[in-house]
């Protein structure tokens, strides 16, 4: 069975897990160290994890923090379930009736009236940065936050797309053109059944270490650890793709940010418009992987011919990184 945490929240440009595993398992050993300066929704550490390696992932926007650190650190179930029962208890919905109030029109057509208050209950009251149970409580919220509600009940906004959140007007259009409304749903009950659909696969046995930070600091992060990353399989933001802070604005909402999509607060190299500055994007990580990887990171242990078959592949001062192209 495909491990359910790996399908936590889907992530625009994400890559599947079958990609690093293939290369986690060709390229490394049982307790070598693999890295992911870009993770995204977090499937190259949490797969090494799976795979027994240790791991560690990075990612400069938040959601993609929040998932793989709720991925690689995951709690177990009962402590999941307390919390939530602890927080349902002290949920009162009229108490946020004055800041729902305050919320661009956007929201009272995306969320019932019961459930936007609760999510703004839980958005002031998960302490994701820094409890890992509070990590995956949210991680299973942002999953949910939105999607196509009208073909499944695990979604709890009006009519949108799971991967990317649409502009605030164009939605509230999309809406009103065709008379959809934001369906009822209950955010405790609905975390209660997601924990029981992800728990069915066991968390790894080992956890990972997940820093939401600018790659180029990596230098600074993994300055005196024990063991530096043998491996590295990533895949950096693509040339004028997407723009990864405007795209997850409702996500980023959640876990505390502005009300409406934001431009280049969180990152300086959401989409990347000329090939200039994009290589100097590349040329920077190329740099930073040469201070932080082990001194042959990762001899190939197949033949030289098959590694430069691979389009993915590069080799890269004697160390063996790989790019989903
Ligand atoms: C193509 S996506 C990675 C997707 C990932 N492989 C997955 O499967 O989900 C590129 C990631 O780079 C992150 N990013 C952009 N600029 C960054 C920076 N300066 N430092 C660290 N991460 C950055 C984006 O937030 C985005 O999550």
Redesign the pocket.
């Known amino acids: 069975m495909r491990h359910r945490f790996h399908s936590l929240c889907p ?1 625009f ?3 599947p897990e079958s990609f690093a595993e293939q290369w986690i398992e060709k390229l490394s050993k049982p307790g070598d160290v693999v890295l ?9 550490p949490f797969q090494a994890l799976l795979s027994g390696r240790e791991a560690i992932g ?4 938040p959601v ?1 923090f929040c998932l793989t650190r709720a991925k690689t650190s995951a709690p177990n179930e009962s402590a999941l379930r307390q919390r939530i029962t602890f927080l349902e208890n002290r949920f009162v919905a009229k108490q946020w009736n004055a800041e729902a109030a305050t919320l661009p029109r956007f929201f009272a057509y995306a969320y019932a009236p019961r459930t936007l208050r609760q999510l703004l209950f839980l958005r002031k009251n998960l302490g994701w940065r820094r409890s890992e149970v509070d990590c995956m409580l949210a991680g299973l919220v942002l999953g949910s936050l939105h999607g196509e509600s009208n073909k499944s009940p695990s979604y709890l906004s009006n009519q949108m797309p799971r991967t990317i959140s649409t502009k605030p007007e164009y939605s509230v259009r999309f809406w009103i053109e065709r008379g959809f409304e934001a369906p009822e749903r209950d955010v405790f009950e609905l975390l209660r059944k997601h924990l029981s659909f992800r728990y069915e696969s066991d968390p790894p046995a080992m956890k990972g270490v997940t820093f939401e ?4 600091n990596l230098p600074i992060h993994l300055k005196g650890r024990d063991k530096a990353p043998k491996l590295v399989v ?5 040339l004028d793709t997407t723009n ?1 802070e405007e795209d997850q604005w409702l996500r980023l909402w959640f876990l505390g940010g502005a009300p409406n999509p934001t431009y280049r607060t969180i ?4 989409r990347h418009d000329n090939p200039d500055s994009y290589w100097r ?1 590349i040329g920077d990580l190329w740099r930073v992987l040469g201070q932080v990887l082990a001194t042959f990171a990762r001899r190939h242990s197949y033949g030289r011919q098959e590694a430069n078959t691979q389009r993915d592949c590069f080799r890269f001062n004697r160390q063996w990184l790989f790019f ?1 192209s």
Do not use: C, Q, W
Request: hydrophobic residues 25%; glycine residues 6%; charged residues 25%.
């Open positions: 992530y440009a994400m890559f992911d300066p870009f993770s995204g929704r977090g499937t190259t990075n990612d400069i926007n993609a930070s600018d790659f180029r990533t895949s950096p933001p693509y990864f990152s300086k190299d959401d994007l989903r």
